[in-house]
Nanobody, 124 residues
Framework: QVQLVESGGGSVQAGGSLRLSCAAS????????MGWFRQAPGKEREGVAR???????NYADSVKGRFTISRDTGKNTVYLQMNSLRPEDTAMYYC??????????????????WGQGTQVTVSS
């Protein structure tokens, strides 16, 4: 059974920071493909960041330099550190897993499992 549970969302002012956590079970975060996605009301889900074997990482251009994805293998948890938050970062953030490192991408359809999401709201 694969389960992904996000936490750490909340409401912050522009320029603030949040750290999202994704606690995974049934999938090993160090050897598979783990991603963070977000979806704002009325918009399509978009890839934010992904990490896979060898700490190979990709970010969306809109968050590069502000967000950092990382893993704690001992806790089997993936994190998304979000700094310098902007109102346009407001969205539901989802953790996702692909059960291999091959084909690890920023595309939602390439992922097999999803968490239920955690809301991030950034006010100006």
């Amino acid at each position: 059974q694969v389960q992904l549970v996000e936490s750490g969302g909340g409401s912050v002012q522009a320029g603030g920071s949040l750290r999202l956590s994704c606690a995974a079970s049934g999938v090993t975060v160090s050897t598979n493909c783990m991603g963070w996605f977000r979806q704002a009301p009325g918009k399509e889900r978009e890839g934010v960041a992904r990490i896979t074997i060898g700490d190979t990482i990709n970010y969306a251009d809109s968050v590069k330099g502000r967000f950092t994805i990382s893993r704690d293998t001992g806790k089997n948890t993936v994190y998304l550190q979000m700094n310098s938050l902007r109102p346009e970062d407001t969205a539901m953030y989802y953790c996702a897993a692909r059960l291999t490192w091959l084909g690890c991408s920023m595309r939602g359809p390439d992922y097999n499992y999803w968490g239920q999401g955690t809301q991030v709201t950034v006010s100006s």
